[in-house]
């Protein structure tokens, strides 16, 4: 019930639409309920005539019709009203609470989405949120609607014959405990699909991406065979849910029907004893006719409940789960960055799992160049991700310019740290747009400029439309070495301070490799650069290298004084660079 509250309260946002919404609903009931007892006495005016052997009155007869058609007009402007105010109240209650999730998704840190998958989020933000908003429609507007509807036209019955409206109404406490056991076991139900659902979702949302992958190893049959044992699972749920739904709305129209037989017995009875006049009867049967309305509708707003009870369980998780890196109640704007960053005593573990990183002690001064190398494994891109607060540290402390981190706004810290990632991912647009994206109101000369220390310029003017050329999705229109390029590209324009290169030349040639090292020669110069690599190749002209085992710092030194130590570094040297040093020696002589 508290996730109802809750959804409730983010419609009292507006409360004007919602009062006149409930206002077209008086208006509507007004004009309704007083239909029935026009339409008896139009009956009587010609039943009693006819039957006594007199001419009918058409002084009586006119005036009804015409108020009958006076009230069915208001009665139909505002149900239009009821219903136009009700749809778009719920839109505005989808567009709030789709913004809400998305805003407070977009300021999670990396730990939560290492807990969420895209697809799972991807369900909360479209099905639930539309549950919710069948809900406001059916449900907050609606609901009041159709219970002031059974309760005056129930009072109207009672006191036009008492007998009769005690007859009529006998069945309602069976139907409303058959109703409430429905709605009980229908938000289970819905729960349970959602929760399926989103599970389609992920599955839906892997194969899509990964269709290289699945082509590459010609698993197509398993992929459907996965998705349709899925399916068959929400299917299975859905018709559980639906015939539940029919059921009870089968139960309450046989329980009517019984009464409504059982009326026109009663009530037949007395009209023939001139207890009762036709019109009369004919009035209490058109009350009952209104009476089955909310009747029929309760299955609907019991199923709108249902959905929305689950839905807001669902969302209000996600919209209550604080994130773990947060700012201080008075952060600090970290203007232009010197540059000069420390690790003290820096521990990390994912989620309290087995430590990461231990004791990690590091010092960058500004415009130095740390390389960071080892294993798999072994930390590297756990430090790149502290560093810019993708997570928190779980002991010790990183500061920037004498600061820990933790004090500075999100925002201005991460404007001062440029990344290129070793998972280069880029926005279904152009490529002008993916380029400046972080810093959109660059010109397109800073934009063409970081192109060209990226080696990207050459490639992109080759292209017909240049950089307006459309990325595919993912970027699965350009290659490995172009996608990582244009991540250069994107972190140059940002012009950071702190520049963190994670493996960013892992997918180029070697000539190309020659050429981006090079060129970022140049744009490392007077930043304070880490350098991620997995290759040594990379960190020659490091100022500093850090070789990192086991979460660890077992070795620290330049190029030159690691070889001489011996260590894990000269192991990889022999394996990976002796070879072509020796070669590259040979073809010199």
């Known amino acids: 019930m508290q996730h109802i509250l809750r959804i409730i309260k983010i419609a009292l946002r507006y409360k004007y639409r919602l009062t006149f919404a409930y206002l ?12 029935p007892k026009l339409f008896g006495q139009a009956i009587d005016s010609v039943a009693e005539p006819i039957l006594a052997g007199q001419a009918v009155d058409t002084g009586i007869l006119y005036p009804c019709i015409l108020i009958i058609l006076g009230l069915s007009v208001i009665r139909g402007s505002m149900s239009y009203f009821q219903t136009y105010l009700a749809e778009t109240l719920s ?28 697809g799972n989020l991807m369900s909360r933000a479209i099905t639930d949120v539309e549950n919710i908003r069948m809900f406001i429609n059916m ?77 590459a190893f010609a698993s197509e049959d398993h992929e459907e065979n996965k998705f349709e044992i899925k399916n068959a699972e929400v299917s299975n749920i859905y018709v559980e849910a639906e015939k539940l739904r029919a059921s009870s709305m089968s139960f309450m129209m046989f329980t009517f029907m019984v009464a ?11 009209v023939m004893n001139g207890t009762m006049t036709p019109g009369e009867l004919a009035a209490f049967v058109f009350y009952l006719q209104i009476l089955a309305l909310p009747v029929r509708m309760a299955g609907w707003v019991v199923n709108a409940y249902a959905r929305a009870a689950s839905a807001g369980e669902r969302m209000f998780e996600i919209l209550d789960a604080p994130s773990p890196v947060k700012e201080t109640s008075n952060p600090v704007t970290l203007e232009k960055s010197k540059g000069h960053v420390r690790f003290e005593n820096v521990s990390f573990a994912y989620d309290g799992g087995k430590p990461v990183l231990r004791n990690i002690n590091l010092e960058a001064k500004p415009g130095e160049i740390i390389a960071l190398v080892g294993p798999p494994g072994s ?94 999705e993912r970027g699965s229109t350009l290659s490995g070495g172009q996608r990582q390029r244009m991540s250069i590209a994107r972190a140059i324009l940002l012009d950071p301070p702190i520049l ?37 190749s990379t960190v020659h002209s490091a100022d500093k290298i850090v070789v990192l085992k086991d979460g660890r710092i077992i070795e620290e030194g330049s190029h030159d004084e690691l070889l001489e130590k011996g260590g894990l570094y000269n192991e990889i040297y022999e394996l990976q660079l002796r070879p072509q040093d020796e070669l590259s020696s040979e073809v010199s002589k």
Do not use: C
């Open 24 to 35: 077209s609903t008086i208006g509507a009931i007004a004009a309704y309920i007083f239909l």
């Open 91 to 118: 839109q505005y209650v989808s567009y709030d609470l789709r913004n809400s999730f998305y805003d407070h998704v977009q300021h999670q840190s990396f730990a939560f989405h290492d807990k969420h998958h895209t």
């Open 139 to 215: 449900g907050l507007v609606r609901a009041p609607y159709f219970i002031a509807l059974f309760i005056i036209v129930a009072a109207i019955l009672i006191s036009m014959n008492w007998k009769l409206g005690l007859l009529s109404a006998s069945f309602m406490p069976i139907v409303a405990i058959y109703t409430s056991s429905v709605r009980l076991r229908m938000r289970a139900l819905w729960l349970l699909v959602q929760q399926k659902m989103a599970e389609l979702s992920i599955i839906l949302q892997e194969n899509f991406s990964g269709q290289r992958v699945v082509k």
């Open 260 to 270: 409504m037989a059982l009326i026109i017995w009663y009530g037949g009875r007395q």
């Open 379 to 472: 930390g590297k891109s756990t430090i790149a991700n502290l560093l810019p607060r993708f997570y928190d540290v779980s002991a010790g402390a990183i500061k920037v310019d004498g600061i820990d981190v933790k004090e500075f706004t999100l925002r201005s810290l991460r404007e001062n740290i440029g990344m290129v990632q070793q998972d280069v991912f880029l926005f279904t647009t152009s490529l002008k747009e993916n380029i400046k994206y972080g810093k959109e109101n660059s010109s397109d000369e800073q934009m063409e400029n970081a192109s060209s220390i990226a080696q990207l310029s050459d490639f992109i003017e080759g292209l017909e439309e240049g950089y307006d050329t459309y990325v595919g």
């Open 500 to 536: 963190i290169m994670d493996d960013s030349t892992s997918s180029v040639d070697a000539n190309t490799e020659d050429r981006i090292k090079a060129a970022m020669d140049n744009s490392m110069k007077g930043r304070t650069t880490f350098i991620i690599a997995n290759r040594l």
